[in-house]
């Protein structure tokens, strides 16, 4: 039997990258959970969505009644929870949200699981896996040296990466105390297509297209260890089915870039790709007032995902936002599209909002 797959926030950035992957690279059925909010959009999986083996649920992570229902309908064989409230700036203004889906949404997702996993054949349960999608956030901030790995303790220091740090503490507990099969990652900051245009990279790019100031937090000087998208999304599946149970794994690209770096190459690349009438797009480059709290440094050493279990990632940071810069360049009207109902793109998390686009 072919695996069923059930993927939580598959209209999100990393989601529709992984329910994407899962459809072109396997024969599993896959089920998107995802309640759509201001980051989903059903537009991020268009391109696999008459596929007969891809089935989309609009429902709330939280919602228990809902959740029940689709273990029920579709009994899944893997779960892979990547459902999140993930903008740190807007954890800052508005933490309820991120308590709520974070924290609340996994229990209710785990004591689902745990019912349905409970009731399996003993083959079926011994074959079951749940897999945690988590940050190297839950680990706070290093400084100029040393990295992230399994073993560094948690100590998160922003609103989101206090939710995500208590929902991995949830997840190794429900393995711990009721055997439910569980596996957790931890991975550094992605970039890639499709990626909800408030995050550093497309706020950049978007900000140079439109000719407006392009905002560094603070001095720019702020490290972090950047991996693209597809080849998180081949960890997730490679962890899920050869991974320990009740195992951690963290997972990095071994690109550690400065903020003012990655700005300085993304204004590169779009003058290679899109020069201005005049100038260089790093013309643009302006410092802003800092995140409160930002994290100085986040960097991972992934030995033990590559080393237990043959993952690399694949892409180089110069060739993967190459190719991220030509998928913004090419998909302006899904920007445009999925900031239509949101208030476009506002500075958050200083207190106040502050308009920052032109
Ligand atoms: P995203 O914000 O782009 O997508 C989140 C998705 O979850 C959206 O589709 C949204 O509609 C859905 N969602 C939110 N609340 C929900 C709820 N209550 N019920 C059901 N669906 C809900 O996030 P992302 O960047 O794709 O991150 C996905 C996961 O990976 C998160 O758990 C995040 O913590 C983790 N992660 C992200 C990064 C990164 O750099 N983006 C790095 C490491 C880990």
Same mark, same amino acid.
């Given at each position: ?50 596929? !007969? ?57 785990? #004591? ?134 009740? #195992? ?26 899109? !020069? ?31 080393? #237990? ?50």
């Amino acid at each position: 039997m072919p695996d069923t797959v059930l993927v939580t926030g598959g209209a999100g950035f990393i989601g529709s990258a992984l329910v994407r992957y899962l459809i072109r690279e396997t024969d599993a059925q896959v089920i998107n959970l995802d309640a759509l909010t201001y980051a989903g959009h059903r537009s991020t999986v268009a391109t696999v969505a008459a596929d !007969p083996r891809y089935h989309f649920v609009q429902a709330d992570v939280a919602d228990a009644d809902a959740v029940a229902r689709v273990f029920a309908a579709h009994r899944p064989t893997h779960v892979m929870h990547l459902a999140a409230e993930s903008h740190v700036d807007r954890s800052i203004d508005g933490p309820a949200a991120f308590i709520r889906t974070n924290l609340v949404g996994t229990y209710t997702l785990l #004591e689902a699981a745990r019912a349905y996993w409970q009731a399996l054949p003993p083959a079926d349960q011994q074959a079951f896996r749940f897999l945690h999608v988590s940050t190297d956030e839950v680990y706070g901030a290093l400084g100029e040296t040393g990295h992230f790995r399994e073993t560094t303790p948690y100590q998160p220091t922003s609103p989101y990466s206090a939710s995500k740090a208590g929902s991995d503490h949830l997840v190794r507990a429900w393995h711990h105390t009721y055997g439910l099969p569980t596996v957790v990652t931890n991975c550094s900051n992605n970039y890639g297509p499709y990626q909800f245009p408030e995050k550093l990279i497309p706020v950049v790019i978007l900000k140079a297209l439109a000719e407006a100031p392009i905002p560094v937090y603070g001095t720019g000087e702020n490290v972090r260890d950047w991996l693209f998208v597809d080849d998180h999304v081949r960890a997730l599946w490679t962890v899920i089915r050869q991974g320990r149970v009740g #195992e951690t794994y963290v997972i990095g690209g071994q690109s550690e870039r400065r903020n003012h770096e990655v700005v300085r190459t993304l204004c590169q690349l779009l003058d290679e790709q899109y !020069p201005r009438p005049s100038g260089t797009y790093a013309d643009l480059i302006t410092f802003v007032t800092d995140r409160p709290g930002h994290d100085w440094r986040y960097a991972i050493d992934p030995t033990k995902i590559m080393d #237990e279990l043959g993952w690399q990632p694949q892409a180089t940071f110069e060739e993967g936002l190459r190719q991220t810069v030509a998928w913004y360049l090419a998909h302006q009207d899904w920007c445009r599209h999925v900031l239509a109902d949101t208030r476009g793109l506002v500075r958050r998390g200083t207190g106040q909002d502050q308009e920052i686009s032109a």
